[in-house]
Structure formats: C-alpha cells, structure tokens
C-alpha cells in the first residue's frame, strides 16, 4: 500500500494543477476536464515509474548483499581446501623426495642392506670353505695314519671300519706306536673292539710277552672282539673280559662302572686306554677310570683319554688333574682329541 502513496500524489498533483491553471487562464470547462484528466493519467504513470524504480533499486540492492555474502563465503570456503591441499602435497612431496633418495642416494638403506647381504654371503662362502678345506686336510690325515698303520702293523684279514664307534685312525696308530716303542707289558683297554686288536697286533710285531685286555661291558662284543683277535692271530697278546656295569661306589661317588670282581686280577697296568664305557646317556660315564686305576698302575704308567673334543671329557680331565697333581698332560690334536696322562 505504501508503495502506492507516491503515485496517488503524483497523479493528484498534476490534475489539480492542470485543473487550477485552466480555471485560472479561463479555459472552457471542458478543456480543464480534459487537461485535468491528462494530468491525472500522466501523474499516476509518473508515480507507478517512480515507485517500480524505488522497488526496483531495493530488490538490486539486497540483491547484491546477498552475492556479495555468497561470494564471501565462497572464497573463505576456497582458501580453507586451499591451504589443506598444500598441505597434503607438501607432505606427498616430502614422501616422494625420501623414496627418491633411498633410490638414489648412495647412503641408501636398501643398497647397504645389499652391501651387507653380499658381505654376509661371501663370509659365509669363505668359511664353508675352510670348513671343507680342514675336513679334507683331516680325512687325508686320517688315511696317512692308516697307511702307516698297515705299514707297521700288518694284518693277515681285513680290519672293521675305524672311526664311528671304533678309535679314529691317529688314535690307532698312535696307541700302535706306543706298544711298539715302549713296549707296555700290561694294557688295558676300557671299551674293546679293534684298538685291543691293533695293539695286540703291534705286540706280535714288536715280538715281547705282554697283554692287551680288553674290557666290555657287552657280552656280545667282548666276544666279537675275541674272535676279531682270533682271526688275526693275535690271541696269544689278547684277553677280552666281561665286565656288566654296576651301580658301585667310587673315591667317595656313586656311580655305574664295570663290576668290580671282574677287573681284580688287573694291576701294574702300563697303558690304560680309556674308551668305554659308552658316554651317550650318561653323564662323565668314564669318570671312574682314573680313580679305579690309579693304584693299579705301573710307576710312570700312563693313561690315554679319548674323545676330548666333547666337553663330557674335559671335566673328567679337569677333576683328574685337581685329585692327582703332578700329572703330566699331552694333547693329541686328533680327530676326536685325546689327552695323555703321565702319573707321577
Ligand atoms: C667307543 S666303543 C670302544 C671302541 C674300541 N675302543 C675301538 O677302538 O674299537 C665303546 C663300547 O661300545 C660298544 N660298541 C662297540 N661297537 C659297537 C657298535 N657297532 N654299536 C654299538 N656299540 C658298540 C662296545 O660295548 C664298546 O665297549
């Protein structure tokens, strides 16, 4: 209604005019009706302009605030994902220049991880190499001691196998070396099998009256071992007793050792050579030999402890040693090490 207000003015304005300037200048009543009415019809088309330009203006106006917000906000919405965006690809950047740089930098985690791999592996080469290389250098050694075995002890019949459960051939021919040089009139050998054989073998050649025992705490294989010295000739140097284990007590231990009874007749030993009873299963199994034999050896008997390579033995010499001070020790840097002892 208010927007009509300047058109009613307008409109009525005019018309009066007209309508007092025909009355003034003396106009026909008919010509003021007339001018009148244009006046009227031209100011209510003034107004209605005037008011459509006001209406108008207003709606461009709050028009134009309201983009002018929109646009605002637009823009504060565009420099928020903006800066996000630049954030995230600063990050992005920062990742692809590390990656870049383990591939291509020098200091390269991967390339040293090669490096090192590559290093590891040449070590490792290296290494099983000279492992090979020392277990060939052994075997050859081992044959050398065979042929020189033959050699010194000949044998009418083939040998068993040495090594595995028999001595190692160093052993043999070492054991075969010391009855030919020094000529032991008693040995006992704990454990018999082919080293009783051998050394009973190296007693013929040598050509004294002395003995092997052999002592077994199998049945089976005491008498395996005489018959092996029967075929060879050697019977006459050869005894083989049968000895079970027993639970007994020795210089104060209880332990499992050969039955006593039957080694009784054994005494001024020279040689006692220690390779039985079994270890496997029990611990320091050959503990006993010392302490039983020592009064039943010979003035500078000595004794020969194999298998030194496994730690079982080393504490056995090693408690030997403490009991009997003054002993005398040699290592052998055999295949399975063995250690001599000289009893003061
Ligand atoms: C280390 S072996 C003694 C080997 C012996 N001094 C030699 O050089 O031939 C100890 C004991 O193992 C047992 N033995 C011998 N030969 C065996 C075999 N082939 N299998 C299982 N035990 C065996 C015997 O009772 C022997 O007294």
Same mark, same amino acid.
């Given at each position: 209604?208010?927007?009509?207000?300047?058109?009613?003015?307008?409109?009525?304005?005019?018309?009066?005019?007209?309508?007092?300037?025909?009355?003034?200048?003396?106009?026909?009543?008919?010509?003021?009706?007339?001018?009148?009415?244009?006046?009227?019809?031209?100011?209510?088309?003034?107004?209605?302009?005037?008011?459509?330009?006001?209406?108008?203006?207003?709606?461009?106006?709050?028009?134009?605030?309201?983009?002018?917000?929109?646009?605002?906000?637009?823009?504060?919405?565009?420099?928020?994902?903006?800066?996000?965006?630049?954030?995230?690809?600063?990050?992005?950047?920062?990742?692809?220049?590390?990656?870049?740089?383990?591939?291509?930098?020098?200091?390269?985690?991967?390339?040293?991880? =090669?490096?090192? =791999?590559?290093?590891?592996? #040449?070590?490792?080469?290296?290494?099983?190499?000279?492992?090979?290389?020392?277990?060939?250098? $052994?075997?050859?050694?081992?044959?050398?001691?065979?042929?020189?075995?033959?050699?010194?002890?000949?044998?009418?019949?083939?040998?068993?196998?040495?090594?595995?459960?028999?001595?190692?051939?160093?052993? =043999?021919?070492?054991?075969?070396?010391?009855?030919?040089?020094?000529?032991?009139?008693?040995?006992?050998?704990?454990?018999?099998?082919?080293?009783?054989?051998?050394?009973?073998?190296?007693?013929?050649?040598?050509?004294?009256?002395?003995?092997?025992?052999?002592?077994?705490?199998?049945?089976?294989?005491?008498?395996?071992?005489?018959?092996?010295?029967?075929?060879?000739?050697?019977?006459?140097?050869?005894?083989?007793?049968?000895?079970?284990?027993?639970?007994?007590?020795?210089?104060?231990?209880?332990?499992?050792?050969?039955?006593?009874?039957?080694?009784? #007749?054994?005494?001024?030993? $020279?040689?006692?050579?220690?390779?039985?009873?079994?270890?496997?299963?029990?611990?320091?199994?050959?503990?006993?030999?010392?302490?039983?034999?020592?009064?039943?050896?010979?003035?500078?008997?000595?004794? /020969?402890?194999?298998?030194? /390579?496994?730690? $079982?033995?080393?504490?056995?010499?090693?408690?030997?040693?403490?009991?009997?001070?003054?002993?005398?020790?040699?290592?052998?840097?055999?295949?399975?090490?063995?250690? /001599?002892?000289?009893?003061?």
């Amino acid at each position: 209604m208010r927007a009509r207000i300047p058109l009613v003015v307008v409109a009525l304005g005019l018309g009066a005019g007209l309508l007092v300037l025909g009355v003034a200048a003396g106009w026909s009543p008919a010509v003021i009706a007339i001018a009148a009415l244009i006046g009227l019809t031209v100011g209510a088309l003034l107004g209605q302009t005037f008011a459509w330009v006001r209406i108008t203006t207003g709606r461009l106006a709050r028009l134009e605030h309201y983009v002018n917000h929109r646009l605002e906000g637009l823009k504060n919405d565009t420099s928020r994902r903006d800066g996000a965006m630049g954030k995230n690809i600063t990050e992005i950047r920062g990742k692809v220049g590390k990656i870049d740089d383990e591939l291509t930098h020098p200091r390269s985690t991967y390339r040293l991880a =090669l490096r090192e =791999l590559a290093q590891n592996q #040449s070590a490792e080469r290296r290494e099983t190499r000279v492992h090979y290389q020392q277990k060939l250098d $052994d075997q050859v050694a081992l044959l050398e001691s065979f042929m020189q075995l033959q050699r010194l002890v000949p044998m009418s019949l083939p040998m068993p196998r040495a090594g595995t459960w028999a001595a190692s051939e160093d052993l =043999l021919l070492w054991l075969a070396g010391y009855v030919l040089e020094h000529r032991p009139r008693l040995v006992v050998d704990l454990g018999s099998g082919q080293s009783s054989v051998w050394m009973a073998g190296a007693m013929r050649v040598a050509g004294y009256d002395g003995q092997v025992v052999g002592v077994d705490h199998e049945e089976q294989y005491a008498r395996a071992t005489e018959e092996l010295g029967r075929r060879q000739g050697v019977s006459e140097w050869l005894t083989v007793i049968h000895a079970p284990l027993v639970e007994e007590s020795i210089a104060g231990r209880a332990v499992t050792w050969y039955d006593e009874f039957a080694l009784r #007749s054994l005494d001024a030993v $020279d040689l006692l050579c220690v390779d039985g009873p079994p270890a496997q299963g029990a611990r320091q199994a050959r503990w006993p030999a010392l302490p039983f034999f020592h009064d039943r050896m010979s003035a500078g008997g000595r004794v /020969i402890l194999d298998d030194m /390579i496994r730690v $079982d033995e080393q504490q056995i010499a090693q408690d030997w040693l403490e009991r009997y001070p003054g002993t005398e020790t040699l290592s052998l840097d055999f295949e399975k090490g063995a250690l /001599i002892l000289t009893l003061r």
